[in-house]
């Protein structure tokens, strides 16, 4: 019984966060966090971490999987499911996803020690190399068999 709803809550979660909105809206929330550790704003990243938190559980399931960005999180889920995968890795593309998390990490150091310039930098690495890793996923997730 615990398991069909821990199941049932899981999909409704990929669900709602497949909707294009959840993710397009969630993209800018790590530079977020990164500009509010670098101007020393604990509200804002407060902010930017509950809307990271209750983002996919603010907007309904879309109607069609036609949106890049509902094929990706559905994709993401696909990876980490069906297809048995880790998100972090040396092979790829999860090298993708591993260096794009080492380049955050380096933001909000380079956000801590007062380096917009190195914070800048991570981000665009952060971002650049996630959306690359969603974008294989949602390649080998459309040439999947149904």
Same mark, same amino acid.
């Given at each position: %019984?615990?398991? #069909?709803?821990?199941?049932?809550?899981? @999909?409704?979660?990929?669900?709602?966060? +497949?909707? !294009?909105? +959840?993710?397009w809206t969630r993209v800018p929330s790590g530079a977020i966090m990164v500009y509010a550790i670098y101007r020393r704003n604990w509200r804002l990243l407060c902010a930017a971490l509950v809307w990271t938190a209750i983002n996919p559980l603010l907007f309904s399931p879309p109607d069609t999987e #036609?949106?890049? %960005?509902?094929?990706?999180?559905? @994709?993401?889920?696909?990876? %980490?499911?069906? @297809?048995d995968n880790r998100t972090v890795?040396? #092979?790829? !593309?999860n090298i993708c996803n591993t260096a794009g998390a080492l380049g955050f990490l380096y933001a909000l150091y380079a956000a801590w020690r007062g380096s917009s310039t190195g914070a800048t930098l991570g981000v665009i690495a952060s971002v650049?190399?996630?959306l690359w890793w969603l974008r294989v996923l949602v390649k080998q997730y459309d040439r999947r068999p149904s």
């Open positions: %019984m615990v398991i #069909d709803s821990v199941a049932q809550v899981k @999909a409704r979660f990929w669900a709602r966060h +497949s909707n !294009p909105k +959840s993710g #036609d949106a890049w %960005m509902t094929r990706a999180v559905l @994709a993401e889920r696909w990876w %980490m499911g069906e @297809a890795g040396l #092979d790829y !593309p650049g190399l996630k």
